[in-house]
T-cell receptor, first 110, second 113 residues
Framework: QKEVEQNSGPLSVPEGAIASLNCTYSDRGSQSFFWYRQYSGKSPELIMFIYSNGDKEDGRFTAQLNKASQYVSLLIRDSQPSDSATYLCAVRRNNNDMRFGAGTRLTVKP | DGGITQSPKYLFRKEGQNVTLSCEQNLNHDAMYWYRQDPGQGLRLIYYSQIVNDFQKGDIAEGYSVSREKKESFPLTVTSAQKNPTAFYLC????????????FGEGSWLTVV
């Protein structure tokens, strides 16, 4: 089992729709959870992080965490073509290393 | 400007040669990381360091070496023992044990010719 798992996609949504990205992790001792956006050929950019169960909202983005289910999600409201990228889920474990999923490729169609 | 500087951005290496990728940060961060990314793949952890003079192996440390002699610097050497070194290499840093914000450098593209 991989440390952090994501559906590779591609996920395609129309402009203005909600995009839903999912991630599961295997280490129950994990402390913090991150979503990054990565454009082709560029380094990842942090979108947001979450470490408490529940929802965390930042603009059009909402991160959701369920530690009992070891599940993290990212919702993007009012999706824009500029949101087309690969989204990486990352987990910081108890030993402070950071593990990443393989990423989900999102395409927002005008 | 504060940030993480990786150099060189593009590097070509002949088989059998060692090469060192530089990573410097002026963010006063304690923890630093090296990741490898292959086309269409996620990030795989090579090495990480939480304090000066200490570092730990990640999932794919074989064929790589690092040092952490200064807080600001965490160079990665890709040795000839690394059989498939062509990849995109990313350095990152994070502040303290409880800090959550992790920053990435712009990455280094290494190609073996």
């Amino acid at each position: 089992q991989k440390e952090v798992e994501q559906n590779s996609g591609p996920l395609s949504v129309p402009e203005g729709a909600i995009a839903s990205l999912n991630c599961t992790y295997s280490d129950r001792g994990s402390q913090s959870f991150f979503w990054y956006r990565q454009y082709s050929g560029k380094s990842p950019e942090l979108i947001m992080f979450i470490y408490s169960n529940g929802d965390k909202e930042d603009g059009r983005f909402t991160a959701q965490l369920n530690k009992a289910s070891q599940y993290v999600s990212l919702l993007i409201r009012d999706s824009q073509p500029s949101d087309s990228a690969t989204y990486l889920c990352a987990v910081r474990r108890n030993n402070n290393d950071m593990r990443f999923g393989a990423g989900t490729r999102l395409t927002v169609k005008p | 400007d504060g940030g993480i500087t990786q150099s060189p951005k593009y590097l070509f290496r002949k088989e059998g040669q060692n090469v060192t990728l530089s990573c410097e940060q002026n963010l006063n961060h304690d923890a630093m990381y090296w990741y490898r990314q292959d086309p269409g793949q996620g990030l795989r952890l090579i090495y990480y360091s939480q304090i000066v003079n200490d570092f730990q192996k990640g999932d794919i440390a074989e064929g790589y070496s690092v040092s952490r002699e200064k807080k600001e610097s965490f160079p990665l050497t890709v040795t000839s023992a690394q059989k498939n070194p062509t990849a995109f290499y990313l350095c990152a840093s994070r502040t303290g044990a409880t800090g959550n914000t992790i920053y990435f450098g712009e990455g280094s593209w290494l190609t073996v010719v």
